[in-house]
């Protein structure tokens, strides 16, 4: 059977305020982490967030949250090297994944975030879902599809986010949206659903918003 991924819809106004109020709260940065030992107590759903360098993560995390510098944005891809853990709210981890495709990282950095990611993905119960951003500028990588493939064989349910989708005109981002919906189909832990957005221009931001405040 064919999967059609289609693009996610505007929330009804009834669960757009209940993402609205997720998001309402102070988002505090909780704590950086290099190794498993350090992961914060299973003590809430948490969801994360992956994405190649340079591919927006940070811009989407801090407009989700509303806060201009909660994730720091960086020309420098590879920069974060730690899984990084905020509060939204009481109920809420919001995990901010090391960026892949470091092109100019050492190749042991490289495979020690690897192993840890990997670790965090297979090993955390608490984990709801996994939004993979995908450029739209870009669409999907061979780096992109091998965290879809990591994310399959940890058993984690991924959603594909387009990012920066004001940066291409309409027709552009429909051929890239096809292109996405081909890779995704390869993947059994994909959510058949697409989110587009803009952390520029707040495209998606209240439907994403309410995805996650809807998870169980």
């Known amino acids: 059977m064919q999967i059609n991924f289609k693009l996610a819809e505007e929330p009804e106004p009834q669960i757009a305020e209940q993402g609205r109020l997720l998001f309402a709260g102070e988002t505090v940065f909780v704590k950086g982490v290099v190794a498993m030992s350090g992961l914060p107590d299973p003590d809430r759903m948490e969801v994360c967030f ?67 990611l990997k670790q965090y993905l297979s090993g955390r119960q608490t984990l709801r879902r996994a939004f993979v951003l995908i450029d739209a500028r870009h ?36 051929a890239i949206i096809e292109q996405v919906r081909g890779a995704l189909a390869k993947h059994p832990a994909a959510y058949p659903e697409i989110v587009v957005t803009s952390s520029e221009k707040g495209w998606g931001i209240p439907t994403l918003r309410a995805l996650i405040a809807t998870l169980e």
């Open 139 to 174: 669409g999907v990588k061979k780096v992109d599809d091998e965290i879809m493939s990591l994310l399959d064989s940890s058993a984690v349910t991924f959603q594909c986010v387009l990012t920066k989708a004001d940066k291409v005109k309409e027709a552009e981002r429909t």
């Open 50 to 116: 992956a994405g190649r360098s340079n591919v927006g993560k940070s811009s989407l995390i801090n407009a989700l949250t509303g806060t201009k510098a909660l994730a720091r944005a960086s020309n420098t891809p590879g920069r974060t090297q730690e899984i990084n853990f905020f509060t939204a709210g009481e109920e809420l981890y919001l995990v901010d994944l090391p960026g892949y495709g470091y092109a100019n990282a050492p190749l042991q950095v490289v495979e020690k975030w690897q192993r840890l």
